[in-house]
């Protein structure tokens, strides 16, 4: 039985996901939410399949574990406002999350996206950045 039979499966899957990535090591993750309530990282992640929520945990597990973080999940983007990019490939499907970190330990990320091309799009780049000046006016 598919974790999309039901909504409250499905809601239940995003749940495990952040109950793998906060509760089990030093540096916690969270999502971005918007100044109405959405969250857009949860959206997306509601249209992927359960494979690839799985493995979008796992590698999220691994940016909150290690120290130091390995470049193949975790990097700064360069000629960014300090925005970092999660890794994440599943099959033939590469996945990006972009965040930022408020203080040492908390990484918040902002959005995510298939990626389609080589090169991170310049428009997902602008959205993080704009999310985190949104943050971090509301603080």
Request: hydrophobic share 35%; aromatic share 10%.
């Amino acid at each position: 039985m598919s974790y999309h039979s039901t909504p409250t499966a499905r809601t239940s899957l995003i749940d495990i996901v952040h109950v793998y990535v906060n509760y089990s090591a030093m540096k916690k993750i969270t999502f971005y939410t918007t100044a109405t309530g959405k969250c857009p990282v949860e959206e997306h992640l509601d249209k992927l399949s359960d494979k690839q929520v799985q493995k979008i945990a796992w590698v999220l597990k691994i940016v909150r574990e290690m120290n130091p973080l390995p470049t193949n999940y975790f990097k700064k983007l360069v000629n960014t406002n300090d925005i970092w990019e999660v890794r994440v490939d599943v099959g033939r499907d590469t996945f990006r999350l972009l965040g930022f970190f408020d203080g040492s330990e908390l990484i918040i990320l902002t959005n995510s996206f298939q990626k389609k091309t080589q090169k991170t799009p310049t428009r997902e780049i602008k959205l993080a950045e704009q999310r985190k000046k949104e943050y971090l006016d509301r603080k």
